[in-house]
């Protein structure tokens, strides 16, 4: 399967947003949460959507309970938080799991094209690794979303070319969009 066969479910029973929807867009999942410390990455994020989304990009928003339950609110709750406090103009999905038996489909595929490969140097990503090494000791070796804001890139063709942890930098995600814009 290629990522456009896979679909998210959309609030307020909507159906599902197809993936196909986004053929010839290079496209950028990200699981999100309204009460956690990487939450200002909305700011950034509507920043690249005002950018380039006349030029092909689209932001598939995953808002995730999962971790830490940083993200408590309804679906309604959470689109008006973001559209309030970020102005965010790109579409939240409903909320659901990217991580364990009830995950996303699409999550399953993400992870299986790009695993984790580490949270990059710096106070916060230190605090990354010390915070799930309690949890897992193992949990290098899984590519499972380690936290909120994980950051998959997909291209106009279909391929997943990224996994951006939260702790990387919010400039190299930029780079890398306008590489394939």
Known sequence: MSFY????????????????DFEGKVVLVVNTATGCGFTPQYKELEEMYEKYHDKGLEIVDVPCNQFAGQTPGTDDEIHEF?????????????KSDVNGENELPLYT??????????????PVA??????????????????D???????FVVDRQGNV?????????MKDLDKCIEKLI
Do not use: H
Request: charged share 30%; proline share 6%.
């Open 5 to 20: 066969d896979y679909s998210v479910p959309m609030p307020k029973d909507a159906g599902n947003k197809q993936m196909k």
């Open 82 to 94: 973001c559209s309030l406090k970020y102005k965010t103009q790109f579409p939240q999905m409903k």
């Open 109 to 122: 595929f993400l992870k299986s094209e790009k695993g984790f490969e580490g949270f990059g140097s710096g």
């Open 126 to 143: 230190i605090a990354m690794k010390a915070m799930l090494k309690k949890q897992d000791k193992d949990y290098k070796n899984k590519p």
């Open 145 to 151: 979303i380690k936290w909120n804001f994980t950051k």
């Open 161 to 169: 070319v990224a996994r951006f942890e939260p702790t990387n930098s």
